[in-house]
C-alpha cells in the first residue's frame, strides 16, 4: 500500500512516462539525435497487437525524409530510448527490404536479432536506466548486403493483467547493410500477426500476483540464425535464467540497489523507477509532468487503501489524459 504523500508529481511523471526511440549509434558512433529513425507522431504505446501500427509504430514521418544509415554485418548497434519506468523486455528486429525509406514494415519478413527480458529480478527498461536508457547489441554476421529496417520494442507490462494492456513502444530505423551473407535470416515472423493479444508473455494475469518474471521470454520467437551462421551474440547479458552475471553499468548506483520491480511485488517499490531517472539526465523528461486534468476519468479520486496494480491504473489514467492533451502538440520529446 501507498501513501497519497508519495504522488509527487516528479514520481508520477516518471512511473507512467511514455517513450520513443530517439538516437542510435553504430559502432559507437551517431549520426545525431532522432536521425535514421522514423519518428512517431507521439510517445504513445500502440496496444492493438493486430494493428499495422505494430510494424513501425504510427507512420507519421515519411521514411523518404529520413536517412537510410550505413552499417556492416557483425556491426555494434546501441540505441537509446526515451526514459522510462515500465516494466519489461526490449527486442530488436530486422526485415530486409527493397527500400528502407519506402518500405511499410508490414507482414512477413522479421526476424529477431536480440532480446532482453530481466536479469536478476531487473527488467530491461532497468538495466536500461542504469545505462542511461541504452542497449547495445550487433547485427548478425551472416547478413546478406541489402537495406534493412531495425525494428526496437520495448514491452511495457505494468497493465499485461488485462487482456490488450500491455504497451507495446516500437521505432523503426532504416540501414543500408553490407554483409557477406547468402541466405536469409530465420525463423521469420509477420507483424502484425506474429504476436496474439492473449499470448501468455502480453496478457499477464497474475503480472501483479506471483508472476516470475525470470521465466519470461520476449514475444516475437527465437533470435534468428542467419545463412547457416550462429546467431548474433548481443553484448548484453542474456536473460533467460538468473545465472547469467548481471547488469553492466558500474555507474549503476543506488538506482540499482533498489532492488524491486513495479510487477513484481506490491511494496514500496515503485518509487525504484521513479528514482532510476538519472538525476539531470537529459533523456528524463520524455512527458510533460500530467497537468491538472479534466478528463473523463482521470479526476478519479485514488482509493484510499489500494494495491499497486489500481496504484498504477489510477496513474495510467492520470498520464492518459496528459498524453492526450500532449498529443496535440508537438511530440513530446
Ligand atoms: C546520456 O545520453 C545523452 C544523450 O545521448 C548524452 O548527451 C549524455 O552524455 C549521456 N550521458 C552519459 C553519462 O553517458
Ligand atoms: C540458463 O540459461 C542458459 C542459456 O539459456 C542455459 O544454457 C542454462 O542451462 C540455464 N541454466 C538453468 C539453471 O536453467
Ligand atoms: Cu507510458
Not at 529520413?66 to 528486429?93: C, M, R, Y
Not at 497493465?159 to 513502444?169: D, M, V, W
Not at 537529459?282 to 478519479?300: F, I, L, R
Request: proline letters at 8%; one cysteine or more.
Amino acid at each position: 500500500m501507498f501513501s497519497k504523500a508519495l504522488l509527487s508529481t516528479a514520481f508520477i511523471s516518471a512511473v507512467s512516462a511514455h517513450q520513443n526511440l530517439h538516437q542510435l549509434w553504430i559502432n559507437n558512433e551517431t549520426p545525431g539525435y532522432q536521425t535514421g529513425i522514423r519518428m512517431p507522431p507521439s510517445n504513445s504505446p500502440v496496444e492493438d497487437v493486430t494493428s499495422d501500427n505494430m510494424a513501425c509504430n504510427v507512420p507519421s514521418t515519411n521514411g523518404v525524409t529520413v536517412e537510410t544509415l550505413d552499417a556492416n554485418a557483425g556491426d555494434s548497434i546501441k540505441v537509446q530510448w526515451d526514459q522510462s519506468g515500465h516494466p519489461g523486455p526490449i527486442t530488436h528486429f530486422l526485415k530486409a527490404v527493397d527500400s528502407a525509406a519506402t518500405d511499410n514494415g508490414v507482414g512477413a519478413g522479421w526476424f529477431k536479432i536480440d532480446e532482453l527480458n530481466a536479469v536478476d529480478g531487473k527488467w530491461a527498461n532497468e538495466i536500461m536506466g542504469a545505462n542511461n536508457m541504452t542497449h547495445e547489441f550487433t547485427l548478425p554476421t551472416g547478413l546478406a548486403s541489402g537495406e534493412y529496417l531495425l525494428r526496437s520494442e520495448m514491452l511495457a507490462l505494468h497493465g499485461a493483467q488485462t487482456l490488450n494492456g500491455a504497451q507495446f513502444y516500437i521505432g523503426c530505423a532504416q540501414l543500408k547493410v553490407t554483409g557477406s551473407g547468402t541466405g536469409t535470416c530465420g525463423p521469420q515472423i509477420s507483424i502484425p500477426g506474429a504476436y496474439k493479444a492473449d499470448d501468455e508473455n502480453i496478457y499477464i494475469p497474475n503480472v501483479y500476483n506471483g508472476f516470475d518474471i525470470s521465466t519470461f521470454k520476449a514475444p516475437g520467437g527465437e533470435v534468428a540464425t542467419c545463412g547457416g551462421a550462429a546467431p548474433a551474440v548481443p553484448s548484453t547479458p542474456q536473460p533467460a535464467n538468473a545465472t547469467v552475471p548481471a547488469v553492466p553499468s558500474p555507474s549503476a548506483s543506488a538506482v540499482v540497489e533498489a532492488n524491486t520491480t513495479p510487477v513484481a511485488s506490491e511494496a514500496p517499490v515503485v518509487s525504484a523507477s521513479a528514482a532510476s531517472a538519472p538525476a539531470g539526465s537529459p533523456v528524463a523528461s520524455s512527458v510533460p509532468a500530467p497537468a491538472p486534468s479534466s478528463g473523463a476519468g482521470a479526476d478519479e479520486a485514488l482509493p484510499t487503501t489500494f494495491t499497486l496494480a489500481t496504484f498504477i491504473a489510477w496513474l495510467e489514467g492520470k498520464a492518459g489524459s496528459a498524453a492526450a492533451k500532449a498529443r496535440r502538440h508537438a511530440r513530446a520529446f
